[in-house]
């Protein structure tokens, strides 16, 4: 042991980051001083020892509460053969050594926990412990567990948590060389993971088992050849039997599991010492084929429908296979309906009803009559339970809730959507009070579908208050400034106005992928496009920290910088041609040399920056707003050195607009500000009601602002609303202002040109059947047109009378709006 003692045995990572370590040694001497204390003070026999705490390596032999999946609720005494039986097996079928790092996840209060942990004890690995709010953010824990020199290459885990991950980690996770052990338990394993490709070095395993014969019963390594999944092979000093209704063993066909022992038998309430073989009933129903056991399904999950014995897992498999589509089945008894819900991570409100009816069509053709289920809904992500088991009490509470009348008080309502938006349980609300919306996985989009789709829900204006909470502050605060708020009927607004059809000219403009350059991840900011020397240059940069700067006319990569982390900000040149300067989430503006590839200086903010750095101060100068509530100014004649900054008290992320020796800049929350120029002074301020993403332009001495709940609102040098437009759905890209038109793509599917004067007047809606980016104009063949993106990867030119003049469909969705330059368009 001594050439170990300085072996990891513990760390607490976050993102990769080692926030704090354990040596073997460290633990040690930890041991020393509980057994000292324990041998003092404890000398009752069989007495139990209480110990309110969160992960960490201070664990001795334990008490477990079953989770009330094969029935009530007990408590479960282990004794210590009965999990060491247990980690001797694993240690041997999963090869574990000394160098492993295993994931030390799984909620004490579920017995896989005591695997985690003994399996690194047992073998002098390392275990990796993670923040409680980087568990519930399904792109941090995967950043953190996979990281490439603090990451883990043996993980247990529940399938339900494990396909809470994106397709593309799913993928990622597979392919990963470093990752050598992958263990499934607590559920039925999930086949759809077979799909994927796998590194050759991974091995995939289904574990079976119950608290009461502690924890694991059987092991299976799958193989390509697996269909359907086997539980496995009996680990040591376990048996495993299927047995009919009469209790008789099944030798071929189905029946109830049991799972026994003579050794590994752990004493349930308040049993005392028992000997011999002991079998315990389970709750799931097994089939037994060629001596292989599989796993059909719980026992409570069968009831019978029209005379038929159903089984949720069969459902669930053929709609899997009609739809390629996770989901999950409910059968509410009290109701006698049958809930199927659809897992999609993309999903728009809009064409929501669509999309069920079509699917609703196609399972008509696949499923048997009496598998139909009463009710199709889509969720973000499966709600599971606090040991990461589907949690089909919410998922009956969505449907339940929707049965009801509106009477629910505000905060309830609010509560619920939190839980379906993140998969979440209504008891783990009360220890997510001071988590951010961001904290548990949200960004700013899902922000304001919840918050659409909560006004939606009871018909009620929300408190204003509301959006500053739930982008700035945690989600406590939401909860208290909803709980008194009254529900007040919504107005009736009804605007007409004439939408012409998608008109298209015969004589198209024809439209081609001339080159593309791949960043390697989602592109949302705007790329730059530039002239020098003679040629066009193009700066853009992505989510996965790249930013590159490329030759406009062949695609030639010109530099690439790697950032420390996501590039959303679109980019700022210098007067002089030399430099480009962008924020970056790690709170950083940077000045890059474009030509040279050198970062010649970096200012630093307190949090995110996705704001367009603008010029100011006679070009000496760049503004833009940042996560930290601030405004900065910064000289960039002095290296980045600080001119100014000015507190808004909300975050800022659309791009400042310069004018006549002001600034003009919009919060997240709503909040219009302008700003002195020279000093930061904030002049005027105006509360829109509605949350900000794009930038203000400037129209005949207004400033016309793009509200995200569809509102454009005209206001005065002043700082006092002149006017206002309501489009009919969400608008989230900056307004584009052409001589007296301001132009814009909305998400109710529709380009809107306005004619700005004193008022507005809608000048034309152009309908194109898809949810509108941002937009830009160009010039061709001598006639200004508008250039539109659509998120579902098409882009249309459409000129002032309101005709499609050409269009393409690029090879996937599309967030970024585009710019043009000449005869060109560019787009991430």
Not at 33 to 58: D, P, Q, W
Request: a neutral charge.
């Amino acid at each position: 042991m001594d050439d170990l003692k300085n072996n990891k045995a513990i760390i607490l990572s976050d993102g990769g980051v080692i926030e704090s370590m354990l040596t073997y040694e460290d633990v040690g001497k930890i041991r020393d001083r509980i057994s000292e204390f324990i041998a003092k003070y404890v000398t009752t026999k069989h007495l139990c020892i209480g110990l309110k705490m969160t992960h960490n390596i201070y664990i001795p032999s334990l008490v477990l509460r079953t989770s009330g999946t094969t029935g009530q609720n007990k408590f479960v005494h282990v004794g210590k053969h009965c999990i060491e039986s247990n980690i001797t097996s694993l240690s041997r079928i999963f090869r574990i050594t000394s160098s492993d790092t295993i994931y030390f996840g799984t909620p004490l209060t579920f017995d896989p926990s005591m695997i985690e942990l003994l399996l690194a004890i047992h073998n002098n690995a390392c275990l990796l412990i993670t923040l409680p709010k980087t568990k519930l953010n399904p792109a941090l824990l995967y950043k953190t567990l996979f990281h490439t020199v603090n990451g883990v290459n043996i993980l247990q885990i529940v399938p339900s948590l494990f396909m809470r991950w994106s397709q593309q980690h799913i993928c990622s996770i597979l392919m990963n060389h470093s990752l050598k052990i992958l263990a499934f338990g607590g559920e039925q394993f999930p086949q759809s993971i077979l799909h994927y490709q796998k590194s050759d070095s991974l091995r995939i395993f289904n574990l079976y088992g119950i608290t009461e014969v502690s924890c694991w019963a059987s092991a299976h390594e799958i193989s390509l050849s697996d269909d359907p999944i086997p539980i496995g092979k009996a680990l040591d000093d376990t048996i495993i039997e299927i047995r009919d209704d009469n209790g008789s063993r099944v030798v071929n066909g189905e029946g109830e599991i049991y799972v026994g022992s003579d050794s590994r038998v752990c004493l349930i309430d308040d049993e005392v010492g028992r000997e011999g073989l002991i079998f315990r009933e389970t709750g799931d129903v097994g089939v037994v084929s060629n001596g292989n056991i599989f796993y059909k399904g719980r026992k409570n999950d069968a009831f019978k429908r029209w005379g038929h014995k159903i089984h949720l897992s069969k459902i669930e498999e053929l709609v899997e296979r009609a739809t390629g589509l996770d989901n999950k089945c409910v059968w509410v008894k009290s109701k006698s309906k049958l809930l199927l819900f659809l897992i999609h991570d993309h999903r728009d409100n809009n064409t929501k009803d669509k999309v069920i009816d079509k699917i609703r069509i196609k399972l008509l053709h696949a499923l048997p009559r009496h598998y139909f289920p009463d009710y199709i809904d889509f969720i973000r992500k499966c709600p599971i339970t606090v040991h990461g088991k589907v949690n089909k009490k919410v998922l009956e509470a969505i449907y339940l809730k929707k049965d009801k009348n509106k009477s629910l008080i505000c905060v309830d309502t609010f509560k619920s959507l939190i839980c379906k938006y993140f998969g979440l349980d209504h008891c783990q609300l009360d220890d997510l009070a001071n988590s951010t919306f961001f904290d548990i996985g949200g960004n700013s989009i899902l922000a304001i579908q919840l918050l659409n789709e909560f006004k939606d829900e009871l018909g009620i204006e929300y408190p204003p208050d509301l959006p500053t909470a739930l982008f700035e502050k945690d989600l406590g605060s939401c909860f208290d400034c909803l709980q008194n708020v009254q529900v007040i009927q919504k107005r009736n607004q009804q605007e007409k106005y004439c939408i012409s059809t998608k008109k298209i000219k015969t004589c198209q403009i024809s439209l081609k992928i001339v080159w593309c350059y791949n960043l390697h991840a989602c592109v949302d900011s705007s790329p730059l496009v530039f002239t020098e020397e003679n040629r066009i240059v193009v700066a853009v940069g992505s989510f996965s920290h790249i930013f590159a700067v490329v030759d406009g006319v062949t695609g030639e990569e010109i530099n690439k910088f790697v950032l420390p982390d996501v590039v959303e900000s679109s980019p700022c040149l210098s007067p002089c041609h030399n430099y480009l300067y962008v924020g970056c989430f790690d709170g950083k503006i940077y000045c890059l040399d474009w030509r040279d590839g050198k970062i010649q200086w970096a200012y630093s903010t307190g949090d995110r920056i996705k704001c367009r750095p603008v010029l100011c101060q006679g070009s000496t100068s760049i503004v833009f707003g940042s996560y930290d509530k601030h405004v900065h100014c910064v000289n960039i004649l002095k290296e980045g050195t600080l001119v100014w900054k000015t507190f808004t008290s909300e975050s800022l992320i659309s791009s400042p607009l310069v004018e006549d020796g002001k600034i003009f800049i919009a919060t997240i929350c709503g909040t219009c500000l302008c700003l002195s120029e020279i000093t930061g002074t904030i002049l005027w301020k105006y509360k829109s009601g509605s949350p900000i993403f794009g930038g203000p332009c400037f129209c005949n001495n207004m400033t016309i602002w793009p509200g995200v709940q569809g509102k454009v609102v005209g206001l005065t040098n002043d700082g006092v609303k002149k006017w206002h437009f309501e489009c009919g759905g969400h608008l989230y890209s900056s307004l584009l202002l052409y001589n007296d038109f301001v132009i814009f793509g909305c998400h109710d599917q529709n380009l809107y040109i306005l004619q700005v004067s004193d008022s507005v007047e809608l000048a034309r809606v152009v309908s194109l059947d898809k949810i509108s980016c941002g937009a830009t104009t160009c010039e061709v063949d001598g006639k200004r047109v508008v250039v539109v993106a659509t998120d579902d990867g098409c882009i249309y030119l459409v000129d002032f009378e309101g005709f499609v003049v050409g269009d393409i469909r690029l090879p996937n969705q599309i967030f970024s709006s585009v710019t043009t330059w000449k005869d060109k368009i560019y787009v991430g």
